[in-house]
C-alpha cells in the first residue's frame, strides 16, 4: 500500500469525458490499496481562454488579477473531478491552493513555493478519501492567490509529494514516458525506463518538454521518485531518480539524444581586443531580459575577437537592435546573426565515466559531412551548433552511434 | 461623498465590453468623490455553462464540488472588472468570498450569510481603492467554499452595504427601476420613485422579478436603503426604503399590480367533514416539497369540505400524485386540477389606511365580466385567482382604475 500523488496535465483532463477517465484510472489505485492524492490542471484550453479575455483588456494584465483569473481554470477541474469519483462510489475532497493551503511568496504569476500544509489532506487520506488539489496555485501570506506560472502543476504535484513523503510522484500526460529522442525524428526512439534527474534536466531545457524544469529540479532536491506515464495508455513510463540509485545499475554511455530548433545565432565580429569585451557585449543582452545559451570567444589571426553566442529564435532581432549602438561604441566591425541553426546534444551520466564520448560524436557528425559551428560540453552533456538542415540526419546517426536504436522497432 | 455597494448582475457583465462599461460608470461615480464597493455576477452564461458540466457527470452534483465549481464565475468577472479599472487609471482590488471574508453556515448552494469582514476592505477604501466583491459566494467556519443560491448576488450586495454602513445598495440590473406592473402587459406602466421594503417583497414573491426576495427581506432587517436602477441607460431608479419615511411622503392606495403566470389550481372535493381536514391534505403536499401559495376551504351544502389551493405550474402534477391516496384514505370524493389560472394582485401600503379597496378591486373585474374563482388578502396586498384568459384585461383595468397610468406615454 502506497501513497502516490498523481498529477493530471490539461490535455488529460481537457473534457468531461476525459476527467471520468482519470476518475477511473485513481479508481483503479485506490481499489489495490493505494492513497492517492491527484494534482490537476485547468482543462486544455481554458487558461489560455481566460488569458485571452484579459488581453482585450490590458496589454500586460495586472499580475495579481491575473491570478485571481487564470486560477479559476484549476478549481473548476477539481470539482469535476471529485464529482467524477464521488459517482464511481469513492470518497474525494477537492482543495484549491487556498484551501491547502500552499504557501508561495507574493511574486505573482511567477511564485515559488515555500510550505505546504498537509494537516488536512491527511485527515481525508486516513478517511478514505482522495485528495483533489488544484495544481498551478498558492496564496501568499496575505490571503493573496498567486501561481506558479505556466506547467506549474507539475511543480505542484512534487511539492505536494515531498511535504506528504509520498513514495511516488506520478505525472500522467499524454506520452508514455521518455524517450531517447524525438519519435517524430527517429522512429526507433526508445522509451527509457530510468533516466537522473540531472539528465532529464538536461533533457527537459534541451528541448524534450515532457516535464517543467522546476519541477525535475524541485524533485532532484527533495529526492522524490518522480515517474513520467500516459494518462491514455498503460504502462511503465519512466522514473526519474537520484544519481546513486541508478549507478549502481549498468548504464549506457548516452541516455538521450535531444535537440533544439528554436536557436539564433548571433556573431560580433573584429572586436578590438580589450579585457572585458564578453561581458560589455552581453550585459545589455541580459538587461534586454534575452536568455543566452550558448556562447564561444575566437581571438582571430588580425588579433581582434569574435564572440558568437546563441539566443531564442525570437530574440533575433532584438538582440540586434540591443547591441547595435553597444557595437559602435565598441567600434567592432559587424554583427551578423543565422537562424538556420540548430542544437543537438547527447546526454547521459556515463559520460562522467567514459573517456572519448565527445570525440566519438564529432566522428559520427564529420562521417555525415556535418560541419560543426559551436562546441559547448558539461559534465553529462556534450552540444553542438549545426546547420538545421542537417536536425535529422545528425541525431539518427548519434542515436544509433550510441546504441539507442530500439530493437523491436523497424525504421 | 458616499459610500454606495453596487451590484451589477449577469446580464451587466455578460462581455468583457460590458465590464468596460461598468468599470467606467464606477469611475464616474469615483470622480464625483464617492466610495464604490462592487458586487459581481458570473458573466451571463458562465453559471449554467458550468452547471451543464455537472450534469454531464452527476444527477444531482455533490453540493459541495457544486459550489467550488460554480463560485469561479464570479471570480473571473471580478479580476476582469479590476483590470479594466486599473486600465482606467483607478486603484482596484477584488475579493473572493474566501478573501473578504463573508461567513456563512454550511448549508451548500444555499448557505445564509453570518458574518461580514469588513475590516482589509475598510483599509482599501481609505486608501483610496475600489473595492470588487465576488457576489453569490462565502466561506464556511471550515474553509469550504459556499454558495447563496442562485440570484445571491443581491443578497452579497446588501449584506455588503449593511456590514459596512453604506449609505445606498444600488442594485444594477437590465431594467431602469420598479415598474407599477410588468410593462409588457401594460404599455403606459410607470416607473416608481420609491417603494417600501413590504411593497417590494409582495410585488417580488408575485412575479415581479426584479430583485431577488432574500436581499429584500435583508435590506428591510438592516435598513439598508435599496436602489433599483439601469445599467446601461442613465437614471434615477426606484428607491425601497422603509414604511416610516415613505408615509411621510403624499402616498397612492396602491403602488401596484402584480400577476403571477405560473400557478395551477388543485381542488379537492367532496372531503368528509372531520377536524384537521385541511393539514391532512397539505402537510404530504408540504413534505414532497412543494410550494403552497393561495389556499380557500368551503363547506359545501351537503356538509362536506372543499378545499382548494395553489401550486407552481410544474408541480401540479405531481401534486395529484402525491394526493391521490390521501384522498383515498380520507374518502374524499375526488381531485381536480386546471393550470389555466393566474393570479392578479393589487399592492401597497396606502391600503392599510383606506377602505373600500377591495371592493373597488372587485367592481372593477366584475365590470369587465371577469369571475373570480379565489380571493386572498393580507394587509397590502389583495389577490385573485382568474382564468389566464382574462390577465391583460385585469391587469390594464385595475392599473387604470387605482391612476397608475404614465400620463407621458400614450396608449
Redesign the interface.
Known sequence: MSLFVQKFGGTSVGT?EK??AVAKKIAGFKEQGHDIVAAVSAMSGETNR?IG??N???DT??P???D??V??GE??T???L???L??LGLDA??Y?G??VKILTDSAHNKARIQDIDVENMRKDLDAGRVVVVAGFQGVDDD???TTLGRGGSDTTGVALAAALKADECQIYTDVDGVYTTDPRVVSNASRLERITFEEMLEMASLGSKVLQIRSVEFAGKYNVPLRVLSTFKEGPGTLITLDEEYTKMEQPVVSGIAFNRDEAKISVLGIPDSPGVASKILAPVGAANIEVDVIVQNVAADNTNDLTFTVNRGDAEKTIATLEPVIAQLGAREIVSDSKIVKVSIVGVGMRSHAGVASQMFNVLADEGINIQMITTSEIKISVIIDEKYLELAVRGLHTAFGLDNPEVGE
Open positions: 468531461v476527467i471520468k481566460l479575455m484579459a482585450e483588456i490590458q494584465p495586472d495579481r488579477e491575473m485571481v483569473l486560477s479559476t478549481q473548476v477539481i470539482a469535476l471529485c464529482m467524477c464521488k459517482e475532497r477537492s484549491t487556498t484551501q490571503g493573496n492567490i
